[in-house]
C-alpha cells in the first residue's frame, strides 16, 4: 500500500513570504493530522481533521497558518506570512479513523525561513 | 500536565548492549503510550506501543516497561545493532492525540 505523500520535500523562502504545503493520506485514512517538528523537539499537533472537518485545531497560529482538507482527502497547509521561527519539518500523518492507534507518517516538508 | 519528559537526549551503545530510554507523564487520563523511530529525513513510524493496564510488552528484541504508580514507562532495546541508530520518541495520547516527548538520539557503536 503506499505510503502518505507530502510536497515539496524541502522549500527555503524570505520571512513575510508566504508557502503551501500538500498532504496525500493513504487511501480510505479518515483521519489527516499536520504536525510541525522543530529541530531537536518531538513533533508538535498543528490540525487534525475527521474527513473534511475540524477535529482540533487548538495549537494552530491562525493568524498566519491555515489548512484544509477539501472532499476529506488530500490536504493544503499554507503559512502566510512566514516568520523565522516556522524553520521546521512539517509533517503529514494519517490514520484509518480517529480512535486508531497508528498513525502513519509521510516524509515531511523541510522549510527555512531566511 | 500535559508533557512527556524524556530522557536521555541522546544515548550511545556499544553493538550488542542494552539501550534504555525513559518517559514520564503527569497526567493520568492519558490511555495509550507509543514509541516511534525515526530516522534522518524520514518520518516516525510506530515501534511499539503499550495501555496503561499491562506492565510490560515484548516484541522481538524490543520491550516497554509500564509502570502505572510512577507515571513512567521505558523502551528497551535488547542486542542493540547499528541499524538501531535512530532518533526514538516515547508520545502519551489522550482524546486521540498524541503529546510527543522530545527524542533520543540514539547511536549503536559497531
Known amino acids: 500500500e503506499a505510503g502518505v505523500a507530502q510536497s515539496p520535500r524541502y522549500k527555503i523562502i524570505e520571512k513575510r513570504q508566504s508557502v503551501a504545503f500538500w498532504c496525500n493520506p493513504i487511501?480510505?485514512?479518515?483521519?489527516l493530522y499536520w504536525y510541525q517538528q522543530i529541530l531537536g523537539q518531538g513533533p508538535k499537533l498543528l490540525i487534525q481533521?475527521?474527513?473534511?472537518?475540524?477535529?482540533?485545531d487548538s495549537q494552530l497560529p491562525k493568524d498566519r497558518f491555515s489548512a484544509e482538507r477539501l472532499k476529506g482527502v488530500d490536504s493544503t497547509l499554507k503559512i502566510q506570512p512566514a516568520k523565522l521561527e516556522d524553520s521546521a519539518v512539517y509533517l503529514c500523518?494519517?490514520?484509518?479513523?480517529?480512535?486508531?492507534?497508528?498513525?502513519?507518517f509521510g516524509p515531511g516538508t523541510r522549510l527555512t525561513v531566511l | 500536565q500535559q508533557q512527556v519528559k524524556q530522557s536521555p537526549q541522546s544515548l550511545i551503545v556499544q553493538k550488542g548492549g542494552i539501550s534504555i530510554i525513559n518517559c514520564a507523564y503527569e497526567n493520568t487520563a492519558f490511555d495509550y503510550f507509543p514509541w516511534y523511530q525515526q530516522f534522518p529525513g524520514k518520518g516516525p513510524a510506530l515501534l511499539i506501543a503499550i495501555r496503561p493496564d499491562v506492565s510490560e510488552k515484548k516484541e522481538g528484541r524490543f520491550t516497554i516497561s509500564f509502570n502505572k504508580s510512577a507515571k513512567q514507562f521505558s523502551l528497551h532495546i535488547m542486542d542493540s545493532q547499528p541499524g538501531d541508530s535512530a532518533t526514538y520518541f516515547c508520545a502519551a495520547r489522550r482524546d486521540y492525540q498524541l503529546i510527543w516527548g522530545a527524542g533520543t538520539k540514539l547511536i549503536i557503536k559497531p
Open positions: 500523518a494519517s490514520s484509518l479513523y480517529l480512535a486508531d492507534n497508528e498513525q502513519f
Open positions: 487511501s480510505g485514512h479518515a483521519t
Open positions: 481533521f475527521q474527513n473534511n472537518g475540524v477535529v482540533d
